[in-house]
């Protein structure tokens, strides 16, 4: 089975600096896709970024961006340029791509806070 | 605005009783799905339906229980056999190409308190 580890429990930044969250995963798919959600103190669960596992080039969406290292099996979040709006829970997913179960597979969270 | 609803924000029941979240979306999404948020943890699927009349157990799925009758709704039971009941429920959709890149798109979940 699959299964998604974030080892941070816990994250802050000073506001305007850059942050990297940490993402591993265990797999035994070659195909597969990695999402980041965000989910802020409303509990409102958004899509930050998303990453095809066959593609080698890094997804890059604003002022976030993700390092994907698919031989380590792992995924980690950076935001750069840090905004006190980003302070919020950020869960690491997995899904695979067919094959019956559409379901994804999150990590345990990395709360992030923005100090000003 | 298309969108996912779920009612209500808060529920608050006694224990042995059943209670039924609600969850409807106007995304003309074929899929939908329930999680189960506690602190600390990641969410957990609960159950997941792709299509009308059709659904399937994610990896938390005893004491609860669904129907998906309509391409719309999805509501989730929680019955007197579900032994911690108290969580956040979140309910989620997504077309269904069968390609895995599809979002999802999340309601705003249904805080459950079991006295």
């Known amino acids: 089975a699959q299964t998604v580890t974030q080892s941070q429990p816990e994250m802050s930044v000073q506001e305007a600096e850059t942050v990297t969250l940490s993402c591993t995963y265990d797999?035994?798919?070659?195909?597969?896709?990695l999402f980041w959600y965000k989910q802020p103190p409303s509990r409102q669960m958004i899509l930050v970024i998303r990453?095809?596992?066959?593609?080698?080039q890094n997804a890059t969406e604003n002022r976030f961006s993700v390092n994907f290292q698919k031989a380590a099996k792992s995924f980690s979040l950076k935001i750069s340029d840090s905004q006190l709006g980003d302070a919020a829970m950020y869960f690491c997913?997995?899904?695979?791509?067919?094959?019956?179960?559409?379901?994804?597979?999150f990590g345990k969270g990395t709360k992030l806070t923005v100090n000003p | 605005d298309g969108g996912i609803t779920q009612s209500p924000k808060y529920l608050f029941r006694k224990e042995g009783q059943n209670v039924t979240l609600s969850c409807e979306q106007n995304?003309?999404?074929?899929?939908m799905y329930w999680y189960r948020q506690d602190p600390g943890q990641g969410l957990r699927l609960i159950y997941y339906?792709?299509?009308?009349?059709?659904?399937q157990k994610g990896d938390i799925a005893e004491g609860y229980s669904v129907s998906r009758e309509k391409k719309e709704s999805f509501p989730l039971t929680v019955t007197s056999a579900q032994k911690n009941p108290t969580a956040f429920y979140l309910c989620?959709?997504?077309?269904?190409?069968?390609?895995?890149?599809?979002?999802?798109?999340f309601g705003p979940g249904t805080r459950l308190t079991v006295l």
């Open positions: 989620a959709s997504s077309t269904s190409t069968g390609g895995g890149r599809e979002e999802q798109f």
């Open positions: 797999t035994s798919e070659s195909d597969y896709y």
């Open positions: 990453q095809e596992a066959y593609k080698q």
């Open positions: 997913a997995y899904r695979r791509t067919q094959g019956g179960s559409e379901k994804l597979v």
């Open positions: 995304l003309n999404h074929d899929a």
């Open positions: 339906s792709q299509i009308v009349n059709d659904f």
